[in-house]
C-alpha cells in the first residue's frame, strides 16, 4: 500500500467529506484536507500540495475540466475525478486534461482505497513515459546540433565526419564541458557569422 499519501478533497457536503475522510482512514491515509468548492482548489494545492486530488462532481463540464487541470497540476500530481454520469466526450476531455483516475457512478467507500491505488500507479507510469519521451526528443535534438556542428567543422575544416566528432570531443575534454555544450557553441558561432 502506498503510505504517506496527502489527500485534497474536493466536496461540497460536510457528510459526505465525513464519510470519505472515515473511508480514507480505514485504508490507512490520514493526512487529509477538503475543500467545498473548486473556486478554492488551486489555493489550496498550493497550499497543502497534495499527493492526489480526489473531487467528486455530479457533472463536469470541459470549462470545469480545464480548470481542474490547471488548478491541481496534473503533470505534478495524481487526480481521481468521481462523477455520477458522462458521456464519450467529457471521458476524453477529462483523459486529455490530465486525469489519472475518471470514475463514472460516482465515489463509493468500498473501491476508494483501490481507485487511488490505481490512480497514483497510473500517473507514475504517465509521468516515467512522459520522462522517457522528453529524454527522447532531447536526445534527437542534440544529436541534431551535433551532427550540424560537425558540418561546419567539416566544410571550415575540410575534415572528414569522424575527424570532425573527434574534434568536437577532444575540445570539449579540453574545455571539461559536454560535446554538445561545445556543439552547442560552434553552431551559434556559425549563425552569428553567416
Not at 92 to 106: E, I, R
Request: overall charge neutral; cysteine-free; glycine content about 2%.
Amino acid at each position: 500500500m502506498i503510505k504517506d499519501l496527502r489527500i485534497l478533497i474536493v466536496e461540497p457536503s460536510p457528510e459526505r467529506v465525513r464519510e470519505i475522510v472515515d473511508a480514507l482512514s480505514k485504508a490507512g491515509w490520514s493526512d487529509v484536507k477538503a475543500v467545498a468548492q473548486i473556486s478554492a482548489l488551486e489555493r489550496t494545492v498550493r497550499d497543502f500540495a497534495p499527493d492526489i486530488v480526489l473531487i467528486d462532481l455530479a457533472n463536469p463540464d470541459r470549462d470545469m475540466l480545464e480548470h481542474i487541470s490547471h488548478a491541481t497540476e496534473t503533470s505534478k500530481r495524481a487526480v481521481a475525478l468521481f462523477v455520477d454520469q458522462t458521456d464519450e466526450d467529457l471521458t476524453q476531455a477529462a483523459l486529455s486534461a490530465g486525469v489519472s483516475a475518471y470514475v463514472v457512478d460516482g465515489l463509493k467507500m468500498d473501491r476508494i482505497k483501490s481507485v487511488l491505488q490505481t490512480a497514483i500507479a497510473r500517473f507514475k507510469m504517465m509521468r516515467q513515459m512522459q520522462s522517457e519521451l522528453d529524454a527522447a526528443k532531447q536526445a534527437l535534438e542534440d544529436r541534431k546540433t551535433i551532427d550540424r556542428a560537425k558540418g561546419i567543422l567539416m566544410r571550415q575544416r575540410n575534415l572528414s565526419e569522424d575527424e570532425a566528432y573527434k574534434l568536437l570531443r577532444k575540445t570539449a575534454m579540453g574545455q571539461n564541458r559536454k560535446v554538445i555544450d561545445v556543439a552547442h557553441a560552434l553552431v551559434t558561432a556559425a549563425d552569428l557569422l553567416s
